[in-house]
């Protein structure tokens, strides 16, 4: 059976709850953290009656996501109580931290039970804790909610480095062709400076011109090099700089996730 996502979410964290003992007292948290013990420790049916108590006293999603967890760990029979749970851990999860694993669950559990009908009947369920109303609105919890693992950080873009690459290239490729058509037009010119005269028109100015004009383009050649050697020395630096000073770290917060660290 596949729980890894939601034990990831709601178990990896659990020891941040030490921090709430600062806190007032709050049974509907006392009860969570007791659940949360038993389910680590394998006592299901511990596990499942402190969830749903403190759902009672303080409806909130990840307490309610926990008991679904609960009673899909807990064995088949558990299965359709696992399903019920997990809907309504979907239906009130605003911030979708697990909407997306419960109602993959929903459709994995109902696909079990359809495949199990031709087998021994199922023991009936038991009962749902009482509630306000079958299916409780989630109100904010009096207390911080334990906090749940973050996503995997997403990969440093590096778009200005390849750019400062690219224009680095460039620049290389500008140097180089600078470089070769000076070097021609100096043999040019060393070649015609034996010439006592050079008479406009004939083929001796027109190779002078020609000399001239490469040397031209050759020095707007270095200038470019230069401007984009410039750029991709400024583009590599900002890339590095912004992808290594950062220091950031999320937390969750009871009005969804809060992104701090320096920038």
């Known amino acids: 059976m596949r729980i890894h996502a939601l034990v990831a979410l709601v178990l990896l964290a659990i020891p941040a709850l030490a921090r709430a003992q600062d806190a007032p007292s709050d049974p509907s948290t006392s009860l969570f953290d007791r659940g949360v013990e038993r389910l680590r420790e394998g006592d299901h049916e511990a596990a499942a009656a402190a969830f749903r108590e403190s759902y009672r006293l303080a409806p ?9 967890l609960t009673y ?31 109602e993959q669950r929903v459709a994995e559990i109902e696909r079990e039970l359809v495949l199990s009908e031709g087998d021994a ?15 409780p609105e989630i109100t904010p919890p009096p207390s911080d909610p334990p906090p749940v693992a973050p996503p995997p950080a997403a990969e440093p873009d590096h778009t200005l480095l390849w750019i400062g690459v690219g224009a680095a290239g460039l620049a290389a490729g500008a140097t180089i062709a600078g470089v070769v058509l000076a070097l021609d037009a100096q043999s040019t010119v060393d070649d015609l400076r034996d010439q ?21 383009v050759a020095t707007a050649l270095y200038v470019t090099a230069g401007v984009l050697a410039a750029g991709a020395a400024t583009l590599v630096i900002i890339d590095l700089t912004s992808s290594s000073s950062s220091e950031t770290h999320v937390a969750i917060r009871p009005n969804g996730i809060a992104i701090e660290g320096r920038f």
């Open 60 to 68: 909130r999603v990840t307490t309610m996501c926990n008991l679904a």
């Open 72 to 102: 899909d760990r807990w064995g088949p029979e558990h299965r359709a109580q696992a399903a019920r749970a997990y809907r309504t851990c979907a239906r009130d999860d605003d911030t979708g931290r697990f909407r997306a694993f419960a």
């Open 121 to 135: 009947p199922q023991p009936e369920p038991a009962p749902e804790p009482e509630a306000p109303e079958p299916e």
């Open 196 to 216: 006592p005269v050079i008479v406009r028109g004939s083929p001796e100015h027109d190779r002078l011109e020609q000399a001239r004009t490469e040397a031209t």
